[in-house]
């Protein structure tokens, strides 16, 4: 669940099926690049996720400042 909320999720559901922990939340597509990896580190190989389109939220402000940041300094960089 850490690995879910430090990628700025938010967990919807939670339940449990004997050995099994199934969890459903809602993390941005952009936060969850590398979790693969991340997953099967913390379980030993075990673990497994799906991932299905749900909404478009815009950016926060703070990240779309560092958005347009980014890309004004790259620009910069060609020119």
């Known amino acids: 669940m850490a690995g879910i909320m430090k990628r700025k999720g ?21 936060e969850m690049f590398g979790y693969a990896m991340e997953l099967r ?3 030993s190989g075990e ?4 991932m299905e389109y749900k909404t478009h939220t815009p950016m926060s ?3 779309a400042k560092v958005a347009i940041e980014k890309y004004k300094k ?6």
């Not at 790259?74 to 020119?79: A, G």
């Open 74 to 79: 790259k620009r910069k960089e060609k020119d």
């Open 47 to 50: 673990g497994d996720f799906s």
């Open 10 to 30: 938010s967990i919807t559901k939670t339940e449990t099926k004997s050995d099994l922990f199934c969890m459903r939340a809602d993390v941005p597509l952009r």
């Open 41 to 43: 580190s913390l379980t």
């Open 61 to 63: 402000p703070q990240d």
